[in-house]
């Protein structure tokens, strides 16, 4: 271990060793994480570069000339200190140690620095003085010195990597045909023909795209008028049917998507997050919300639907202080499409009246601190669409005996869960218990007890509930993903589009993004020039299917709200 306190005088740390009785105490040592080598090295030794578990290495007050290519393989290394060496170029495998937090240059001869410097985005301390730096690098290195600024306000790292060559594009991702085990057809449905593709995706609001989120994008690629371009472009390139957006600011929707989308054949339906009917029309104006684009060639809006969570919470919390205090403050939205297919093809066409589809896109709270807010919004959200499919079933004159399955619907939005959650094992189940440990022991049996005892048609007052279900019998496009968010922080699958069986077969999904490139040319996360949002969009292309058995029937609905 060593200690941070040193002589202002010598260069050299003090070593802190266990002592006899510390041994004999049995207190376990500390881990060997820095080397510190002063002296009359000229050259360092490339072992030292294999220890990935060092999180410091001073090597300062040398004679050191170059430095190993090697030295990006440690990974860990939080401090490198080369200070006073005789240095006069940094190999570009520096930009490797993205958990750089302190570079210390000073007193070398480095008269240029690699813009892969750049690339060190967690950096809070970088000291370059007494190095003869080109007028290029001066005037910027002279502020990045200061040891209060961090990453995001320094002009030299900025600089650095948004002049940074930007690697060429990533091979497209591949179409996929569906073969799932799990998702034979239902024998008592068959085939029409008509087929048609589903695009969600989490565009990430202008307002977050951020250096101080994203420090390792350049400043460049997290401008809208950038992102906007090639999410456009993958728009394009989906050429879905109906495109689910999240995180889309009121003024990027009226100045870009409608306008755009609009131009290529699509209508749509849009709403805000709650928050922005507080605010007024020039804040507002970036607050985000969800879009659900559609080509009115192939679909007609039948009614649109907008389900606010916080107010929902609001007039159903039947007692329950936690819907108040934890559900009702978040101001997340869903909303619906009830979609009257159009463009009818093969046996579609012999029908006796025209399909409808309902599609809803949702937006699921954030913050892993409020998994059962997670958990309760979903849970508010398949409520809100039964009762929404059984007037619908009404409206469309179809058989109210037939249930909630009868209209098929497609379910996208980003969750915000992991697989394996409670809010992706209800929604693929059709239940969960009430005492899901993702309800983190909040009290909620008033409400659930209302949405159980309610859709039967029956008081809940005083009663209890060991589940909760929906009438939905949904299947999870298996898209095989390794992420649908990638950033430095975090990397994993929280975006889905779930659909319910039998009127819907998956024939085709799209693919991941090339892992070989990301790994070849070291992406840290996203955005990224190549990639303008945290999130990648999911494609799928459902068949619409018809019943081959009339006999075909399940649970009738219930009407009551809890």
């Known amino acids: 271990m060593y200690s941070k306190k040193s002589d202002a005088t010598d260069h050299r740390r003090s070593v802190t060793f266990q002592s006899r009785e510390d041994v004999a105490a049995g207190k376990p040592c500390s881990p060997w994480a820095a080397i510190e080598l002063h002296g009359k090295v000229r050259q360092l030794n490339k072992a030292i570069c294999c220890q990935k578990f060092l999180t410091a290495l001073f090597i300062s007050h040398n004679r050191l000339t170059t430095l190993p ?10 401090v490198l200190d080369v200070s006073s060496n005789i240095l006069e170029e940094l190999p570009k495998e520096i930009g490797d140690l993205i958990s750089l937090k302190e570079l210390h240059l000073k007193h070398n001869k480095l008269k240029t620095l690699p813009y892969e410097l750049g690339r060190l985005f967690l950096l809070k301390r970088l000291s370059t003085d007494g190095n003869p730096l080109n007028s290029e690098f001066n005037s910027l290195a002279m502020d990045a010195s200061m040891s209060q600024q961090a990453i995001c306000g320094g002009k030299l790292l900025t600089y650095l990597l948004d002049n940074l ?12 045909p569906y073969n799932k085990a799990s998702t034979k057809p239902d024998t008592s449905f068959i085939g029409s023909g008509e087929l048609f593709k589903v695009m969600s995706y989490n565009v990430l609001s202008d307002k977050y795209a951020t250096r101080q989120a994203y420090g390792y994008c350049p400043s460049w690629a997290l401008l809208w008028n950038f992102r906007r371009d090639l999410i456009f472009q993958e728009i394009q390139q989906s050429n879905a049917d109906i495109i689910s957006l999240q995180e889309v600011e009121a003024e990027q929707f009226n100045i870009f998507f409608q306008p755009k989308l609009n131009g290529l054949g699509y209508d749509h339906i849009y709403n805000q997050k709650s928050r922005a009917k507080t605010m007024g029309e020039s804040e507002g104006k970036s607050v985000d919300g969800c879009a659900i684009f559609f ?16 107010h929902l919470a609001t007039a159903q919390h039947n007692g329950d202080t936690a819907m108040l205090n934890r559900v009702m403050p978040k101001d997340n939205i869903a909303i619906a499409a009830l979609l009257e297919v159009k463009s009818l093809s093969g046996q579609l066409r012999s029908a006796p009246s025209p399909p409808d589809i309902l599609v809803a896109n949702a937006h699921i709270t954030w913050d892993p601190k409020f998994c059962d807010v997670k958990l309760i919004q979903t849970v508010i959200l398949m409520r809100e669409l039964e009762i929404i499919m059984d007037d619908a079933i009404l409206e469309r004159q179809r058989n109210p005996a037939l249930g909630v399955r009868q209209i098929p619907l497609v379910l996208c939005g980003d969750l915000n869960s992991l697989p394996g959650s409670g809010v992706v094992n209800y929604l693929a189940s059709g239940e969960v218990p009430t005492n899901h440990p993702d309800f983190l022991e909040h009290e909620y049996g008033g409400y659930l007890a209302s949405v159980h005892y309610g859709r039967q048609g029956e008081p809940s007052k005083g009663k209890t509930t060991t589940k909760i279900a929906h009438n939905f019998k949904l299947s999870e496009v ?3 993903l390794p992420f649908t968010n990638r950033t430095h922080e975090f990397t994993g699958v929280i975006d889905y589009i779930f659909h319910t069986t039998g009127f819907l077969q998956v024939r085709e999904v799209l693919g991941p993004p090339d892992e070989q490139w990301l790994k070849e040319h070291k992406v840290i996360g996203f955005p990224h020039p190549h990639f303008p949002s945290d999130h990648i969009p999911l494609c799928t292309e459902f068949e619409l299917c018809i019943k081959s058995n009339p006999a075909y029937s399940v649970r009738p609905p219930s009407r009551s709200r809890p």
Request: overall charge positive; cysteine-free.
């Open 165 to 176: 060559q930007v690697a060429p594009k990533p091979p497209q991702r591949l179409r996929v």
């Open 478 to 480: 298996q898209f095989d």
């Open 295 to 310: 080509k009115r060639a192939r679909f007609r809006l039948i009614q649109r639907y907008l389900m606010e969570f916080s």
């Open 69 to 78: 290519r090697d030295i990006g393989n440690l990974s860990n290394l939080e």
